[in-house]
């Protein structure tokens, strides 16, 4: 996972597989650069992400309640197509946060 | 009926086990030639219990997790996932989207809602203080003749 910071905004590019083991660290790193910079929109871009299971919604969700407590807002970008029925499941939509574009990748296999 | 291939595997409740496990059940299932998305089902759900047995199951402690996988006639697969753990009290509650007993953890309670929605058929059954048993079912595409 990359950090990258504008002047107002942290993006995190989110690489590999999320589970429950892997998002610990995720978690550790992006809050403790929110923390540090309190930005105004902290955007999630899974561009990179293989695979995930329902520890990437938690992941999610406790950075949405994070940048709330600053008053600030979280973007989920580049969603991969196979990650979708898992975005949906969670209700996530509900929040308005994830952003509709969605990237198509070739189906590796 | 007995099963055409089956397999047998345990191993500690390690968090750095999950992507050992739906990995090695992936690879175990590759003989039936899945689809992408097929593999990507089986593997989000043996994570959401393989997970459950680290965070829940063992909670606090180590023990073991046991997977067994059964390849039946026309790509039925059957994977049951068990440990010796401490077990559930309330099954109908425990399989509720969004409750969890663990939201220190970012659990989003999601676990058994997402085995549902990418499997076929799921079973759970459990004994507190004994340990609990999730089993689900599948049918793959079946590109492949049988055999």
Request: positive net charge; proline residues 2%.
């Amino acid at each position: 996972m990359k950090l990258s910071e504008g002047e107002e905004e942290i993006t995190a590019y989110l690489s590999g597989d999320i589970d429950h083991h892997s998002a610990r660290d995720m978690r550790e790193r992006i809050d403790a650069a929110v923390q540090m910079k309190k930005p105004s929109l902290l955007r999630l871009d899974f561009s990179g992400v293989k695979f995930m299971d329902s520890s990437g919604i938690g992941l999610i969700m406790g950075r949405y309640r994070l940048m709330s407590l600053y008053g600030g807002i979280v973007r989920v970008v580049n969603v991969p197509d196979e990650l979708e029925r898992m975005m949906k499941l969670s209700g996530l939509s509900a929040l308005d946060i994830m952003e509709r574009r969605v990237i198509k990748r070739e189906a590796a296999k | 009926m007995k099963p055409q291939n089956e397999m047998d595997m345990s191993f500690e409740s390690r968090s750095s086990n999950e992507a050992f496990a739906r990995c090695a059940v992936a690879a175990f299932l590759t003989q039936l030639d899945p689809t992408v998305s097929e593999l990507n089902d089986i593997k989000t759900a043996v994570s959401e219990a393989v997970t459950n047995c680290v965070v829940h199951a063992y909670r606090d402690t180590i023990g073991k997790v046991y997977i067994n996988v059964k390849i039946e006639e026309n790509s039925l697969i059957t994977i049951k996932i068990r440990d010796k753990g401490c077990g559930i009290e309330n099954i109908k509650r425990a399989m509720e989207p969004l409750f969890t007993t663990a939201p220190s953890d970012e659990r989003a309670g999601l676990g058994f809602a997402v085995m549902e929605s990418f499997t076929d058929k799921l079973k759970v059954s459990s004994k507190v203080g004994k340990g609990t048993t999730v089993t689900f079912q599948k049918r793959l595409s079946c590109r492949v003749g049988n055999g």
